[in-house]
T-cell receptor
Framework: GAVVSQHPSWVICKSGTSVKIECRSL??????MFWYRQFPKQSLMLMAT?????????EQGVEKDKFLINHASLTLSTLTVTSAHPEDSSFYIC????????????FGPGTRLTVT | DAKTTQPTSMDCAEGRAANLPCNHS???????VYWYRQIHSQGPQYIIH???NNETNEMASLIITEDRKSSTLILPHATLRDTAVYYC?????????FGAGTRLTVKP
């Protein structure tokens, strides 16, 4: 099956710094990638949808200037958390939808972000 | 704004079948029913999906009612490793939105 990877799997950063999370589709091309955030004991919440070569579409309440998303190629999307604060500590998960079987959406393993 | 309703939690004895219900009374004709599960601190794992007909794969079976307003995921022989949160999602090829899911605990 299709594989989506994320890097890093976990990261600790200091308050005020920025951190970049990568999401890669390893064996397929992804026209669309999605970014989710999950707080402890809660469900996944969709943050934004990105299409290759276009600006991301953010969900209501998600600050686009704080969570910068770049989807520059069909296999890579990045999420940059700018000026991170402790409340940004969360589990960030990406998913990717292929160009062929567009009803299939594949999820990455997630990135645990801790802001101290 | 998930379009599904699931019980918060369920228990199942190891080796027995686990039947997880899901209500999706507002499902549209072109929307699929997808099931994922999430084991602690991991990304969601795809289980199965269907449109109208019942489906079976190596992991589970999916039973969809004729009116498509509800479905049941069946794990035929639950093991301790099946303990996870199970999400039922109605998907129209737009984006996947997760509800609260059902926390299934398989007990020895």
């Amino acid at each position: 099956g299709a594989v989506v990877s994320q890097h890093p799997s976990w990261v600790i950063c200091k308050s005020g710094t920025s951190v970049k999370i990568e999401c890669r589709s390893l064996d397929f091309q992804a026209t669309t990638m999605f970014w989710y955030r999950q707080f402890p004991k809660q469900s996944l919440m969709l943050m934004a949808t990105s299409n290759e070569g276009s600006k991301a579409t953010y969900e209501q309440g998600v600050e686009k200037d704080k969570f910068l998303i770049n989807h520059a190629s069909l296999t890579l999307s990045t999420l940059t958390v700018t000026s991170a604060h402790p409340e940004d500590s969360s589990f960030y998960i990406c998913s990717a939808r292929g160009t062929v079987f567009t009803y299939e959406q594949y999820f990455g393993p997630g990135t645990r972000l801790t802001v101290t | 704004d998930a379009k599904t309703t699931q019980p918060t939690s369920m228990d199942c004895a190891e080796g027995r079948a686990a039947n997880l219900p899901c209500n999706h009374s507002t499902i549209s004709g072109n929307e699929y029913v997808y099931w994922y599960r999430q084991i602690h601190s991991q990304g969601p794992q795809y289980i199965i999906h269907g449109l109208k007909n019942n489906e079976t794969n190596e992991m589970a079976s999916l039973i969809i009612t004729e009116d498509r307003k509800s479905s049941t995921l069946i794990l035929p022989h639950a093991t301790l490793r099946d303990t996870a949160v199970y999400y039922c999602i109605v998907y129209n090829n737009n984006d996947m939105r997760f509800g609260a899911g059902t926390r299934l605990t398989v007990k020895p």
